[in-house]
């Protein structure tokens, strides 16, 4: 038998809640759980992957080691094509 008085409370239907709306239940030791990502909208599980570039920093890493960007690669075939 565990000891009284140390434990913390455990609430085995604990909410997990992401923007708002309850998502799950687990157990836990917090009755409310607050998280920004779960497998319902985490891009690795919803097979939306995509990349979030907010200040290029994807192009100036391409650009800096000469892999250019998608978007250049196909207008250099283009150019070519027009030879």
């Known amino acids: 038998m565990p000891k009284s008085e140390i434990h913390p409370k ?10 708002g709306e309850v998502v799950m239940t687990t ?3 917090q009755p409310e759980l607050h998280v920004d ?13 995509k ?3 907010t200040e290029g ?3 100036r890493f391409m650009k800096k080691y000469g892999m250019g960007s998608a978007n250049t690669e196909k207008s250099e ?4 094509s027009n030879k």
């Open 10 to 19: 455990w609430y085995p239907d604990a909410k997990v809640i992401c923007n």
């Open 27 to 29: 157990g836990s030791t």
């Open 37 to 49: 990502v779960w497998s319902g909208n985490h891009p690795f599980f919803t097979g939306t992957q």
């Open 51 to 53: 990349i979030l570039d």
């Open 57 to 59: 920093r994807v192009d």
């Open 77 to 80: 075939e283009t150019k070519d």
